[in-house]
């Protein structure tokens, strides 16, 4: 088994970005470097002032390159690319995204240290970068360099794939796990406790489940909600055990219980039920709520 550790630089992150730079290690079933691939590609589309921003590749350092297909590192990679070999990327997704782009059709086992940190640091920080120097990588990279003659540059590809290599094996040799076992965590979804972006940013799934459960309801039709948030939501709406909390959000009871309106004013709870515009998980409430009338 080869393993196939990289990354890519590109034009930026939209859907007709493409890659400008892709950098990749290959190591043996022992971790020993044995490859080192690091290619410049002259994209199809313009390099966005922001991608340049990060990486620092300009228009004049890729004029002259081949096309991605072209380069020996691609090549090279479609030689790689066979199940009983493995790749690992931090934030799989987007690369491979990328890759397909060019007509690579991914077939090797995949292990994603972004997710794989998810699991095993759920309360972490992710970010390759933020682990570099809050895991220590940092000091082991000049060693590294230093042994395969590896030349590196800020924000540059082969730089976070050195950094990537030094989480890979951090993770395999301080996080109780092996690799069969990231195979199998990169696979697996992740259960987030919070959520970590939107209107309730950092707050327990849970918690809004009961406070505001028609921000559940909408978060659940989205089709592009991420699939772990979505199996997170699943998850915890399976097994709460406190009822949720439906209130009007307008009209003369704003904030207020449905039960507690149902109280003293039935024939409000009715008319909103037939004419109020609300979620169908509040509707459906409501209707049992009216049933018992």
């Known amino acids: ?7 890519t630089e590109t034009t930026g992150s939209k859907e007709e970005d ?25 994209p199809p ?4 002032y922001e991608a340049m921003a990060v990486h620092h590749i300009t228009p004049e350092m890729v ?18 690319n066979s199940p009983d070999n493995l790749i690992v990327i931090h934030n799989a997704k987007f690369d491979l995204d990328m890759l397909r782009k060019e007509d ?16 095993l640091i759920p309360d972490g920080k992710f970010s390759l970068q933020y682990n570099r120097y809050a895991l220590g990588l940092y000091k082991k990279e000049d060693e590294i360099c230093k042994k395969y003659n590896i ?23 301080n996080l109780e796990s092996d690799i069969n076992n990231l195979i199998e965590l990169t696979k697996k979804p992740v259960l987030h406790t919070k959520f970590y972006q939107g209107k309730y940013k950092f707050e327990k799934i849970e918690d809004i489940l009961i406070k505001d459960p028609d921000y559940i309801e909408y978060m659940l039709s989205l089709t592009d909600l991420d699939p772990d948030v979505r199996y997170s939501i699943e ?7 406190t009822e949720p909390e439906f209130r009007f959000k307008i009209g003369k009871y704003k904030g207020m219980l449905i039960e507690d309106v149902a ?11 037939h004419n109020m515009k609300m979620g169908k998980w509040m509707r459906k409430k409501i209707g049992e709520i009216l049933g018992k009338y």
């Open 151 to 173: 030349e590196i540059n800020a924000h540059d590809a082969l730089g976070d794939v050195v950094v990537l290599y030094l989480l890979f094996k951090y993770i395999l040799e």
């Open 18 to 42: 493409r890659i400008c730079q892709l950098s990749y290690l290959v190591l043996n079933e022992n971790l020993e470097i044995e490859e080192i691939h690091n290619e410049l590609a002259k």
């Open 263 to 273: 109280e003293i004013d039935i024939q409000y709870l009715s008319w909103a039920y």
């Open 1 to 7: 088994m080869k393993i196939i550790i990289l990354d």
């Open 104 to 119: 690579f059709n991914p077939h090797l086992k995949l292990i994603d240290t972004f997710r794989i940190l998810k699991h």
């Open 235 to 241: 998850h915890f709406l399976n097994n709460l055990e």
């Open 45 to 48: 589309v313009d390099i966005s």
């Open 63 to 80: 004029e002259d390159k081949p096309k991605l297909k072209f380069t020996k590192a691609y090549k090279r990679l479609k030689e790689l």
